[in-house]
T-cell receptor, first 118, second 114 residues
Framework: AQKITQTQPGMFVQEKEAVTLDCTYD???????LFWYKQPSSGEMIFLIY??????QNATEGRYSLNFQKARKSANLVISASQLGDSAMYFC???????????????FGKGTSLLVTP | DVKVTQSSRYLVKRTGEKVFLECVQD?????MFWYRQDPGLGLRLIYF???????EKGDIPEGYSVSREKKERFSLILESASTNQTSMYLC?????????????FGPGTRLTVT
């Protein structure tokens, strides 16, 4: 079963607007971590933001914030004041905790392609 | 500055060839991972290693093997390359702890098997 679901294959946003990229997850662990990565056309994976399952506050990193709703199992990425350089693929990922046998590998969603237009 | 390097950015091989993809990290991380990325499928875990000479299968290990003789180096081996292994391969590393949350990725190797 898919552990990370990103329902938006592609999104458009105008420069300077805010955009929300959706992510829902599925786990029975109490301890887990949620990540967002950005992948520009050059291919490198750039870490953006992290939210631990026990963190009470939503994570923020500059223009990025993670809207964490634990009961709904959602971890949406909000990018404020979009810039042309934000055009990229965005991946939501989860690292499960003590019950995982995957050495803390990440489960990735299929990604959302974001295009920022002038 | 933390770094994960991969031996090639682009590689073209013929069907049936043995292919080695090398990954080196300089962060003294215990965990190392190999992922495969295909359009519309996201990243899928092939193999991981949490210590020297230790390896575990991920979600799609068929057709691949790995080697970790030194802590900093993790190699992915395609014993007999096939066209369905044409893909982007990403190596990553992380600390072996729940507190060490971030995975650091290499630049990726785009492999084409003809």
């Amino acid at each position: 079963a898919q552990k990370i679901t990103q329902t938006q294959p592609g999104m458009f946003v105008q420069e300077k607007e805010a955009v929300t990229l959706d992510c829902t997850y599925d786990t029975s662990d109490q301890s887990y971590g949620l990540f967002w990565y950005k992948q520009p056309s050059s291919g490198e994976m750039i870490f953006l933001i992290y939210q631990g399952s026990y963190d009470e506050q939503n994570a923020t990193e500059g223009r990025y914030s993670l809207n964490f709703q634990k009961a709904r199992k959602s971890a949406n990425l909000v990018i404020s004041a979009s810039q042309l350089g934000d055009s990229a693929m965005y991946f939501c990922a989860m690292r499960e905790g003590a019950t995982s046998n995957s050495g803390y590998a990440l489960n990735f969603g299929k990604g959302t392609s974001l295009l920022v237009t002038p | 500055d933390v770094k994960v390097t991969q031996s090639s950015r682009y590689l073209v091989k013929r069907t049936g060839e043995k292919v080695f993809l090398e990954c080196v990290q300089d962060m003294d991380h215990e965990n190392m991972f190999w992922y495969r990325q295909d359009p519309g499928l996201g990243l899928r875990l092939i193999y991981f290693s949490y210590d020297v000479k230790m390896k575990e299968k991920g979600d799609i290990p068929e057709g691949y093997s790995v080697s970790r003789e030194k802590k900093e180096r993790f190699s992915l081996i395609l014993e007999s390359a096939s066209t369905n292994q044409t893909s982007m391969y990403l190596c990553a590393s992380s600390l072996l702890s729940e507190a060490g949350y971030e995975q650091y990725f290499g630049p990726g190797t785009r492999l084409t098997v003809t």
